[in-house]
Each structure stands twice: as structure tokens, then as C-alpha cells.
């Protein structure tokens, strides 16, 4: 039997002997219950006005949870939850946020625990699930952008399998964001985020109160919040010129080539055969298949292009002034609304009633993304190209009017729930709440903006784009008319809806030594769909818009939990060796139904946004999943504590990865596939009935089991010291991969139903064949791959008085020592710790903080590891070219350092009163060394970042905000 066997029969045999005690327990006695509401969830605690439907959680929980309060949070300055979560939580691998991605259409939140992919990191907001952003065909993880910091009261963040206590898709852990919901007064913040180089500035205002009515048994919480940004463009920092020019001075050919010329600051060329250019006067070859159009230079209409023999074998590797250069934005500018608003009424001293309604609205807007294809132009071999044979132009377009190529996205969340609370007897509650939601996300950007007559006119003689054309620019107006632009415009909307109804009961079952033994139960169905989604689109000087539908996907998903908190051994009754004893158990069992829908069948072009639509062939996977999670608690001294646990989790497979495409049959015998079965004789489609590429609806769960073990020091003889070190292993096993075609037959007993055959005939008995004909065959995804994650996190906090002042320090780091993948039983492993494709070896955060009195100081460090130049599965001959453009192995380290000072005002009167009463100012300088993020060199034949995207683009910039507060 295996230990995780073991230990699941250990967790159920726990849980229902503690039950079955507890009960037995309650019946008999109706005294000596325990009224601590620990192990119960936080908004049925009686006087609590916390909507967090999750039991509290601790840095000293029985697992090692991670939690940032309000001053951690309020202190950052970070512009956002994605900007925190990258610089101040270490387990976050996230490297690269989508603000920065400048080939991306949208500034939404990423966070990836241990690095797994953030669809193995669930997100909670108040212990509640977040509708996924739909992409059409499949989910991603909720934005958490929109939600403004200033109304979030802590964030609790588990970093192992958490599937357990939280169902699926925590295999890499769960992050729960609780909001503020404590308010009696008005709060009101206005902010301003500025940069010493300049761009990219951001305003904020956040308001936040509440009140109560009918003498404290109504309360009703508010909070708006409204921010903006000015943009920050390529040309506005030196990082993509530096890049360009290291990748240039170290690898010249790395650029030449390439099939296509780059995007230069002038027109760049190169043969469309490959071969050597050759100027038709005088049929002189310029010994290269490269070329670019000199600064100054009006056109080979005056020399023949002679002056090409001066620039062969180069190209013009400066950015250009247009929308894939020094116009790009370098981040996107974000404009975020928020409206939130809480009301909860006590009807009796045992009924309570609540209502939750909020609204989350992220845009992005960025210049550049888009018109890429306009820029790449065939001239023809003729008169107008000075060469023997057909060129590939790489022309800039520094006239492009930027105002009218913006490309734009939202995302937005609205949600509204309405519940009950019931308060039973012998300190029981009850509580129920229904929730609906709905995410969705929705972007317009440019397509080919160029009419077929202006790409003719680059051919035709008409403009010459083998001229420098700053100097001599192209008058493109003719060919850009206004109906062109506006309709060269891609639009879609993915929504996507999650309505939820949840049942939950928690109270004491009996009084242990240490305190009450305590059960918290939830029943819940939750369904997740997108709809039926139209997405509108033009082609390249296309008058006529085109309509794509997307069929709906969604998945249902019906669960059982419990958890049990046991502590048999508190403070109050401990003795030397034992003084305190914690247990945790819970379970939880989730069955999950996906529907979803071929490909190719539910992508289709429709005539109207409002159809008619196809009738599309649904097809459905359903699974089931017991997780469960184990862990104690042990303080065998004052200072010391101990801590254990077991946690399993599931990931169900996602509607892409279950989508089948089907084939015609005939297609097999193009696989060039041979049958081990059948002597290695080549595999033919006449006797395949049935070929599915792609998806697969036999996908099972994803397994993940988590192992964590850690220490807690509290040396008395050094008061106000805590230090902890945690060590977890998370081991994943039957993950989503897709085979080589031949591997689903040389692994056939390994995938039932994967290929499915005929009889066996006499006639293949005498050939020694052990299979028949192949009638069915499925080369989609298979659960076969493997993960194995360790890492040690570290965690000191420190805090002394002295006649100077409160002094605070802290310091959180993650040493991820593993992140080995296997894609098949047998296959090379790959460590993608350190490397360009996975996490950091080292991440660290650390700071220190003086108070005196009303004025606080502070320091802050995030810390980033080294990391190789190449991805963990490159070749040996892409390792060197990686090599050889950095000049170097690794991205150096990072450190960045930032400053805060706040002063808070307090109770004024006379002058001052009124504004600055309870006020507070709060003053940072994030960066402020000044430091430049390391310059990445690449081959990439567009543009590219330029810089390490763990630093910030901005730099050295400054934070002030005023906080005023008030009553109502």
C-alpha cells in the first residue's frame, strides 16, 4: 500500500471518528462548550463584520500561510495587486505581468505559485471563487487588477496543494483576498505616482466608509475608487536600443539571418531566394543577401543604388520612429474603476441577512499592437527595384497618425450575492448565499490598415520605399481613408458568467483538553459558462466586417467539504515537552462535469452577429476528485513550534485540453506511422473509421500531492523575534501532455481507448500479430507527464522598542530548489530552476521600519536571483546563440530599494481642523538608486522588450498620497 494510501485512509478515519465522538459528545452534554470561535469561518464569528467566508488563517497555521495586512499593503505603494504580489510575495514566479507584455492586448493580473502556470493558483476574494477571463475557447485566471488596494484588508496566501481544503485548481496553491468591511467613518485617499525620467505617470483617488443604522443592527459598507495613467512609450527609455545594439555587436548574423529583414529606422532589404544581391546596372553583386537604405538618401532613381554597396551585409538595427519602435508603448496605460458596496442587517440576535454587490472595470489602452503586417513589402523584380531579383522590404512608417491605432481592452467583473446567517444553538451557525457573477473581457485592436492600393503603391513606382523615409516621407494619406480605418478593427467580447449556491454549518462538537474540536461543512454547486460569443473582425482593406461565433463551454461542479480543527493540547493545560497540540483535518470531493466543443466546430463564420448560428456538437467530461489534507501542530517548548502537513488536489482538465478535432480517416496514412503490434508494418487509414487529433474527452485530473514541514522560533530571550523555515514538496503526476503521433501506439496499454482495434483474425494470429487493424485512433492529450516542486521559504519579523523609537524588521525568501518536468516515463527531465523558462532559484523581500510617534520611516528590498539567457529545453546550438548574443550566460541578479516616510496627523484643532484632522501623508521613493533593469539581447525580428521584466520600466519614480477621514 502506498504512503499516500495511508495517509488518505488516515485523514477519512479521522474525520469520522472525530465526528462520530463529537456528536456522541453533543448529545450528552449541553455545558462546557468552548465559545473560541477558532476553525470557524469568519463571517459567521458573532459581532465580526468580515464577509470572508474562509476560516481566518495565520503565518503560524498548522500550514505555512503567507498573510500581508493592511499597513504591509498600504506601505508598498504598489500601483496595483499584480505589481504587489510580483515584488513582495517570494513564492510568486510570475516574472513577466501583462501590462508589460508589448505584443499583448490587455493588462491583466497574473499570479503563479512555485511557477506551475497560474492555472494551478486559485484565486479567492472573500473566500469566494472569481469567474475566469473566457479567451472563446477556454479560461484563465480571474483578474485581480481592478480591485483597488486601499480596500483590501489582508491577503492570505497558502504556497502548496491546497485542493483539500479549497477544491480544485489550488495543485499550486490558493491565494484568498479579504476586503475591508470594519468602516464607521469615510476615508478618502487621493494619490499621485510620478517618474524622475518622465511617463508613465498615475493619479488615484479611493474612498472608503461605512456606517451603521438602527443602533448598530444595520451596517452598510461603500468604496469607490477611480485611477488612471499617462502612457510610456519604447522611445521614452534606452532599453531597446541597448538591446538591439548588444545583440548587434556580439551577433551581427544573427539578424542577417533571418528570413525576414528586421524593423529598422530605415527600410532594411533582403533577398527573397536568399541569394547574393545583385544591382542590375552594371550587374554587380554585392556579395550579401543584405542591405539597408542609408540615412539622407533620397532613392535608386539617382544612382542605381549604388550606395547599397556601402551598406551590404548590415541592417539598420536603430528603432524606428513608428508604432514597432520608439512609438510602442513600452506598458500599458491602465484606467480602473471600482464600485463596491456591503449591507448586512440583524434581524434578531439569530437571523442576519447580508447583500454584496461590486463592480471591478481594468482598461488598458497601448499604441503599436496591430499593424505589424503593413510594414513587410515584396517589390517585385522591375523597374522600380534596382536588383536582379524580388526583395523583402522592412519599411518604418513614422507618419502613421499613432492617435488613430490605439489598442484598447477591459476587463471587468461585476458580482452581486445575498445570504442568510443563522445562529444555533450550542454556538452553532448556519449559512447560506447564493452569488452570481460575471467576467468580461473585451478588446478592439488594428488589423492591416494599409488599402490593397497603398500596398500597391509600394510596388508600383507610385511612393518609393527605398528611400530614407524620415527624411523623404511617404504621403500614405491618399491610402488611408478614413473608412479604412475605422473598420480595420478586430472586436471581441468573451463573458463569462459563475453563479454559485453554497450551504455551510460550522460550529463546536465537543470540548477537547485544548479547546472546542470544531467542524466547518459546506455544501456547494457552482457553474461556470461563457455563452454564446461573436467576435467581429476585418480583413486587410476589407469594407465588409466578419463574424466568427464561439459556441458555449462551461463546467458544473458539485462539492462536499469538511474540515476539523482539533486542539487537544492548549497553553492552559500543556506541560513540559507538549504545551500545545493542534490537529487539522479536512476533505473534500468535487465532481466536475466540463462541456465543451470541437474546434474546428465551434469556430465558425457566421453571417451576422446575430447569427443564424450552427448547431454545434457539445461534447462532455466528467470527473471526480477526493482531496484531502493532514497536518498538526506541535510546541514542545515556549519558543519553539512544529509544524506538519499533507494536502492533495486535483486539477481538472480544461476545455481546450478536452476539445477533440476530428480528422478524415484517410489522413493516418500520412503520419508515416508503423504498428508494433503488427510487426512494424505501416499504418493505413483504410481500416480507421474514426481519427480525432488534439483534445481528448478521456482526460482525467491532474494529481498533486504536497508535503510541508517547517519550524517556528520565538526565543524568549529575544523578545519580539519570530523565525520561521518551511520546507514543501509538491509531486504532480498524471499532467496534461500531448505525444509524438507514433508514441500512442508504441505506448498503447498504457492509454486505454486510445486506439481502439478489430478483432484479431486468424490470419494476423499466424503472422504472429497480437493486434488487429487499427479501427479507431486518438492522438489528442494524455495524462502521463510529471512535476516535481521543492523549495524552502524563510520568514523573520523582528520588533523592538528602544528610547529612539518602535524599530520593525522583516524579511521573507523563497529557495526554490526544483521544478523537474518529465514529459513520458523514460523521457529526459528537465530543472527549469534558474533558467529563462522557468523560476527563480532566489526571491526575496525584506525591509525595515522606525516609528516615532506620528512619524513612520522606511526601506524596502525586493531581491531577484540570476537566471540563464536560455530556456531549460533548448538545444545546444540555441544555448550558444543565446550565449553569444547576451555576451553572457546569465541575467545578472537585481536588487531594487525603495524609501517611504508617513506622518499622521491625528486629533487637530485650530489651525489644521477639518482637512488635516486624522489625517495622513504618506511619502515613497520606489527604486530610488536608480537602477536600470539588466538589457536582454535578442534575434527577435520585431521588437522586443529590451529589459528584464522583474524590474521596473519606469525606474526611479515617487509616490504621495493624503488620507483624510471623517465621519458620516
Known amino acids: 500500500m502506498s504512503i499516500h494510501s495511508v495517509v488518505r485512509r488516515a485523514v477519512a478515519g479521522l474525520l469520522l471518528a472525530l465526528c462520530a465522538v463529537g456528536v456522541q459528545a453533543a448529545e450528552s452534554s449541553s455545558s462546557g462548550v468552548d465559545e473560541n470561535p477558532k476553525g470557524t469561518p469568519e463571517m459567521l464569528v458573532k459581532g465580526a463584520r468580515s464577509s470572508n467566508t474562509d476560516i481566518r488563517r495565520t503565518e503560524d497555521d498548522v500550514q505555512p500561510y503567507v498573510v500581508f495586512d493592511t499597513e504591509d499593503i498600504e506601505l508598498s505603494m504598489a500601483p496595483d495587486l499584480q505589481t504587489f504580489l510580483k515584488t513582495r510575495l517570494p513564492m510568486n514566479q510570475v516574472t513577466t505581468s501583462e501590462s508589460q507584455n508589448l505584443s499583448g492586448i490587455r493588462s491583466t493580473s497574473t499570479v503563479d505559485l512555485r511557477g506551475l502556470g497560474e492555472d494551478q493558483t486559485l484565486i479567492l476574494v472573500n473566500g469566494r471563487r472569481m469567474p475566469g477571463i473566457s479567451s472563446g475557447s477556454d479560461f484563465s485566471q480571474p483578474d485581480i487588477n481592478g480591485i483597488p488596494l486601499s480596500a483590501v484588508e489582508r491577503i492570505e496566501v497558502l504556497p502548496s496543494t491546497a485542493g483539500g481544503i479549497y477544491g480544485g485548481g489550488a495543485t499550486g496553491g490558493v491565494l484568498n483576498i479579504i476586503l475591508k468591511r470594519d468602516y464607521s467613518d469615510m476615508e478618502l485617499t487621493v494619490r499621485y505616482d510620478g517618474t524622475f525620467a518622465g511617463g508613465g505617470a498615475q493619479r488615484r483617488v479611493d474612498a472608503v466608509g461605512g456606517f451603521a443604522l438602527e443602533e448598530g443592527r444595520s451596517t452598510v459598507m461603500l468604496m469607490a475608487s477611480y485611477q488612471d495613467a499617462n502612457p510610456l512609450y519604447v522611445g521614452d527609455r534606452d532599453f531597446a536600443a541597448r538591446a538591439r545594439a548588444l545583440q548587434d555587436d556580439n551577433d551581427r548574423g544573427a539578424f542577417t539571418a533571418q528570413d525576414d529583414p528586421i524593423h529598422g529606422y530605415t527600410t532594411n532589404i533582403r533577398s527573397v531566394s536568399g541569394n547574393e544581391l545583385i544591382l542590375r546596372e552594371g550587374m554587380r553583386s554585392l556579395g550579401w543577401a543584405t542591405a539597408h537604405v542609408p540615412l539622407g538618401y533620397a532613392g535608386p532613381s539617382l544612382d542605381g543604388g549604388a550606395v547599397f554597396a556601402g551598406t551590404a551585409g548590415r541592417y ?9 519602435g520608439n512609438r510602442l508603448s513600452l506598458i500599458a496605460a491602465p484606467t480602473v474603476r471600482s464600485l463596491a458596496v456591503n449591507i448586512r ?14 463592480r471591478y472595470d ?50 471587468r467583473t461585476e458580482q452581486i450575492s445575498g445570504g442568510f446567517i443563522v445562529r444555533l444553538p450550542r454556538a452553532w451557525t448556519l449559512h447560506g448565499e447564493y452569488s452570481w457573477s460575471e467576467s468580461t473581457f473585451a478588446y478592439s485592436h488594428p488589423t492591416a490598415l494599409l488599402t490593397a492600393d497603398g500596398r500597391a503603391s509600394l510596388t508600383d513606382g507610385r511612393l518609393d520605399p527605398l528611400s530614407d523615409v524620415n527624411a523623404y516621407p511617404l504621403e500614405l494619406s491618399a491610402y488611408y481613408p478614413q473608412a479604412a480605418w475605422e473598420r480595420a478593427i478586430v472586436e471581441s467580447e468573451y463573458p463569462t458568467q459563475l453563479q454559485n449556491t453554497t450551504l455551510r454549518v460550522a460550529g463546536p462538537l465537543l470540548q477537547l483538553p485544548g479547546g472546542a474540536l470544531r467542524l466547518a461543512a459546506v455544501l ?56 500545545e497540540l493542534d490537529l487539522q483535518a479536512s476533505y473534500r470531493r468535487d465532481e466536475i462535469k466540463t462541456r465543451t ?37 506541535y510546541v514542545p517548548a515556549t519558543d519553539v513550534t512544529l509544524r506538519l502537513s499533507y494536502g492533495e488536489g486535483i486539477l481538472p482538465p480544461r476545455p481546450i485540453q478536452l476539445s477533440e478535432v476530428s480528422y478524415p480517416a484517410f489522413f493516418v496514412s500520412f503520419l508515416g506511422l508503423t504498428d508494433p503490434k503488427r510487426g512494424g508494418t505501416f499504418v493505413s487509414g483504410a481500416t480507421v473509421e474514426s481519427f480525432t487529433l488534439l483534445g481528448s474527452l478521456q482526460l482525467l485530473p491532474e494529481q498533486s500531492q504536497s508535503w510541508s514541514g517547517g519550524i517556528i522560533l520565538t526565543p524568549q530571550s529575544v ?9 514543501t514538496r509538491i509531486d504532480k503526476t498524471d499532467e496534461v501532455t500531448a505525444l509524438a503521433n507514433q508514441s500512442y501506439l508504441d505506448l498503447e496499454d498504457s492509454f486505454p481507448g486510445y486506439v481502439v482495434r478489430n478483432p484479431l483474425t486468424p490470419q494476423d494470429e499466424a503472422l504472429g500479430y497480437t493486434g488487429g487493424t487499427i479501427r479507431e485512433l486518438n492522438t489528442g492529450n494524455v495524462n502521463i507527464a510529471h512535476s516535481l516542486v521543492e523549495a524552502y521559504d524563510f520568514q523573520v519579523d523582528y520588533a523592538w522598542d528602544t528610547r529612539l523609537g518602535e524599530f520593525a524588521a522583516h524579511a521573507i525568501a523563497t529557495c526554490q530548489t526544483s521544478l523537474r518536468q518529465q514529459a513520458t516515463p523514460g523521457a529526459q527531465e528537465f530543472d527549469k530552476v534558474g533558467y529563462g523558462d522557468g523560476p527563480l532559484k532566489w526571491r526575496l523581500n525584506a525591509g525595515l521600519r522606525w516609528n516615532l510617534g506620528a512619524l513612520s520611516v522606511g526601506w524596502n528590498m525586493q531581491y531577484y536571483d540570476a537566471s540563464r539567457v536560455y530556456a531549460s529545453t533548448a538545444s545546444a546550438s540555441s544555448r550558444a546563440a543565446s550565449i553569444l548574443g547576451q555576451g553572457a550566460e546569465t541575467i545578472p541578479t537585481q536588487s531594487y530599494h525603495d ?5 499622521r496627523f491625528g486629533a487637530l484643532s485650530g489651525f489644521g481642523r477639518g482637512l488635516l484632522d486624522n489625517a495622513e501623508l504618506l511619502i515613497s521613493v520606489q527604486n530610488v538608486l536608480d537602477d536600470s533593469p539588466p538589457i536582454i539581447a535578442s534575434a527577435s525580428s520585431y521588437f522586443f522588450g529590451g529589459y528584464s521584466p522583474l524590474g521596473d520600466a519606469r525606474l526611479r519614480r515617487y509616490s504621495i498620497a493624503f488620507t483624510t477621514r471623517f465621519g458620516l
Request: no cysteine.
Open 597 to 633: 466543443r470541437p474546434l474546428g466546430e465551434g469556430t465558425l463564420i457566421v453571417p451576422s452577429a446575430d447569427g443564424p448560428f450552427p448547431d454545434v456538437p457539445f461534447q462532455t467530461n466528467k470527473v471526480t476528485g477526493n482531496q484531502y489534507t493532514l497536518g498538526f501542530r
Open 719 to 727: 523578545p519580539g523575534l519570530r523565525l520561521s523555515v518551511d520546507y
Open 899 to 903: 524609501v517611504f516616510a508617513r506622518y
Open 316 to 324: 539598420n538595427v536603430d528603432l524606428a520612429d513608428d508604432l514597432i
Open 345 to 358: 442587517r440583524e434581524f434578531t440576535e439569530r437571523l442576519e441577512l447580508f447583500v454584496d454587490a461590486s
Open 362 to 411: 481594468n482598461r488598458s489602452l497601448r499604441l503599436g499592437s496591430g499593424p505589424n503586417a503593413d510594414t513587410l513589402i515584396t517589390l517585385p523584380e522591375g523597374p522600380n527595384n534596382p536588383f536582379t531579383e524580388a526583395v523583402q522590404l522592412s519599411i518604418p512608417f513614422p507618419n502613421y497618425d499613432v492617435t488613430r491605432l490605439p489598442t484598447r481592452s477591459e476587463s
Open 524 to 579: 456547494e454547486n457552482r457553474e461556470q459558462y461563457t455563452g454564446d460569443q461573436v467576435q467581429t473582425g476585418y480583413g486587410a482593406g476589407s469594407t465588409e466586417p466578419t463574424y466568427t461565433y464561439h459556441a458555449e463551454i462551461g463546467a458544473a461542479t458539485e462539492s462536499v467539504y469538511t474540515e476539523l480543527t482539533a486542539p487537544l493540547v492548549s497553553a492552559d493545560n500543556g506541560r513540559a515537552g507538549l504545551r
